[in-house]
């Protein structure tokens, strides 16, 4: 298990070859085998196979070609609708369209998917999430009708991979890890963690394609500039306003 | 893999018996390992294990046994300092303090805390996480030091089991999955999602103890009740605008 772990990468190539429904299914019940909070199961998983529906999603995705190409795309929601549907059919008052329901429900469905991703590997099959579900969510919630208390957390798709993938980097562990307390970063600190990544031949030819100076910028100015990410953010906002049913000023 | 995915169940008692440092790492590598947005592993790791911390650690978690037993205790956080710290030393801008990058971290820290789990069972441990870290975060901002642009995600516990724990029921699956669209649930079909779980020995027990009619009601009025979740909801919203420095009816 630690191996698969150790050996997972993006796969963003697929053959042309289905998934069997009894695997598909297996994985997903291995997804809600994660912890959860309180055992109330608050997300669900929409799957996607159908070429039109694809091409859509496809669509959503800024058109990576991926998402054209896998059999199966997986978008894992939030789900505080149905729980809530359980309660009131059941003489019982729910209260779980705040903030906090919100959140745990998030975390919850990121477990549960984390689970589909290694199940799926463990298959032999490739997996790709998918962080394009959270720059325009409402499209998302439209095209898939999610209903209010339910809000789409991360996609992925997943296949047969179509050659072999390769495994990226990561800054060494001791920059994630704090013990006891955490321990804030001097300037020093930040040399040495991200060292290794900035002398590696990938950055140089980033930098190179980019022209610039620093990794950094290629993130900021490039990759996640200020103006998507606010522009994102509204309206990543505005739709967990939306489908939780909240005053903006007061989520809770 | 996938068996250790079927055979995962929370653990809430520990041997008194510590975790081989290089064990840990590994394990903690394994977390990294998680897919990531951008690979910019916007998270981090507290890593708690000496007695004072972990008693304080247990005060927050509203005394759960396992909490004060559990030889180490791991906080997930959601990490935006680190990276825009990097940034900032790299003549590059940072616009990362808003709700969408909260959204993105708070996802990415969650697969990282699900591999953490499932590598620390492949290796013979057991972990329980601790939906209490969600409750009062400012307290474990304030006991963890937590600068501006961190935010407890996730909690777990984890060690040696002492004993064998039970494996938790799970709703049938169909209930969770949906094809192509979200089809909302009618009456029929949360009777039958429910109606196992429902008819449990172990929901007899609940409704006797909590001298309640429906198990709905133990989660609305026991466990989860609506003046909680709106003093917890409120809690968690301050503490994220606060360490993301939001003006709250603009998180953005």
New interface residues.
């Given amino acids: 298990?630690?191996d698969?772990?150790?050996n997972?990468r993006?796969v963003r190539k697929f053959l042309d070859c289905p998934v069997e429904p009894e695997l598909l299914?297996?994985i997903?019940?291995?997804g809600?085998?994660?912890?959860n909070?309180?055992?109330?199961?608050v997300?669900?998983?929409?799957?996607?196979?159908?070429q039109t529906?694809r091409e859509q999603l496809w669509a959503l995705h800024l058109k990576q070609p991926c998402v054209l190409q896998a059999p199966v795309h997986l978008t894992f929601?939030a789900?505080l609708?149905?729980f809530s549907?359980?309660?009131r059919?059941?003489?019982?008052?729910?209260?779980?369209e705040?903030?906090?329901?919100f959140?745990?429900a998030?975390?919850d469905a990121?477990?549960m998917?984390?689970?589909v991703?290694?199940?799926a590997?463990?298959?032999g099959l490739g997996?790709?999430?998918l962080?394009t579900v959270?720059?325009e969510p409402m499209r998302f919630v439209e095209l898939?009708?999610?209903?209010r208390g339910?809000f789409p957390?991360?996609a992925m798709v997943l296949g047969y991979p179509d050659g072999s993938f390769p495994l990226?980097?990561?800054?060494p562990?001791e920059?994630?890890?704090?013990?006891?307390?955490?321990r804030?970063?001097d300037?020093g600190d930040?040399?040495r963690?991200?060292c290794e990544r900035e002398q590696s031949e990938q950055t140089r030819t980033l930098l190179e394609v980019n022209q610039k100076?620093?990794?950094?910028?290629v993130?900021?100015?490039n990759?996640?500039?200020?103006e998507t990410?606010?522009r994102?953010?509204?309206a990543?906002?505005e739709a967990?306003c939306k489908q939780m049913g909240w005053k903006?000023?007061e989520?809770?």
Same sequence: chains 1, 2.
């Avoid at 920059?175 to 955490?182: A, D, P, T």
Wanted: glycine share 4%.
């Fill in positions: 298990m630690t698969l772990i150790f997972h993006s299914s297996r997903l019940e291995a809600c085998r994660a912890s909070t309180g055992n109330m199961q997300y669900s998983i929409v799957v996607s196979q159908e529906m929601c789900d609708n149905r549907l359980w309660c059919q059941r003489q019982a008052s729910p209260s779980y705040n903030f906090l329901w959140y745990t998030t975390i990121s477990l998917s984390q689970n991703a290694l199940a590997e463990d298959a997996i790709c999430y962080g959270n720059y898939l009708e999610l209903p339910v957390v991360a990226t980097d990561r800054l562990l920059g994630m890890v704090h013990y006891e307390r955490y804030d970063y300037v930040i040399d963690i991200y100076q620093t990794l950094a910028q993130f900021t100015e990759r996640y500039p200020g990410n606010l994102c953010s509204k990543l906002w967990a903006p000023a989520p809770f």
